[in-house]
């Protein structure tokens, strides 16, 4: 890939992603608490009219519209930059199952399926003895039996450990 249009964006998703930043930041936030206070004080000068509540009223509904649409904008880029990674880790790990690279696209049903494999694997490795076994979704019971033989076979090459304990012997 080209790396010059690798990092090519529309004017409005520059846009969406500054704004977003911007506004979860603590400087947006205590802007923000200061305009509601500034409006709350000012309430005596205008003896609490309707056009005064009006202001509040419009300002924020207004700006929570408008946030909305840029900050799922910017969500949803995170949110495909978050499912391609987790793609290319699933299809790049030998013992991963691909089915579960886009699954993002599946149907509800489908993902229940998954779900199903899922909480039989973790059955499974409830009754492992150490944390550290892992097995795959589409081997789940071969890689545990396979586990399971392998840690049950004693091992040959290894001499037994020399008894440090003496024995006490009458005299």
Do not use: C
């Amino acid at each position: 890939m080209n790396s010059i249009s690798q990092h090519k964006s529309s004017a409005f998703e520059k846009f969406a992603s500054k704004v977003s930043k911007a506004a979860g930041s603590t400087p947006a936030f205590i802007g923000a608490l200061f305009l509601v206070i500034a409006w709350a004080a000012s309430g005596p000068i205008f003896n609490y009219s309707e056009t005064w509540q009006l202001v509040i009223n419009t300002g924020t509904t207004i700006i929570t519209f408008l946030m909305v649409f840029l900050i799922q904008k910017a969500q949803n880029k995170d949110s495909l930059a978050i499912q391609l990674k987790l793609n290319e880790l699933v299809a790049s790990n030998d013992l991963s199952s691909n089915s579960l690279v886009d699954i993002e696209n599946m149907t509800e049903e489908e993902m229940i399926i998954i779900q199903k494999y899922y909480h039989h694997l973790s059955k499974l490795a409830k009754k492992d003895i150490t944390i550290r076994t892992s097995h795959s979704i589409a081997e789940a019971e071969e890689v545990h039996s396979r586990k399971k033989e392998k840690n049950n076979k004693p091992n040959n090459t290894k001499k037994p450990a020399k008894s440090t304990t003496k024995k006490i012997t009458k005299k």
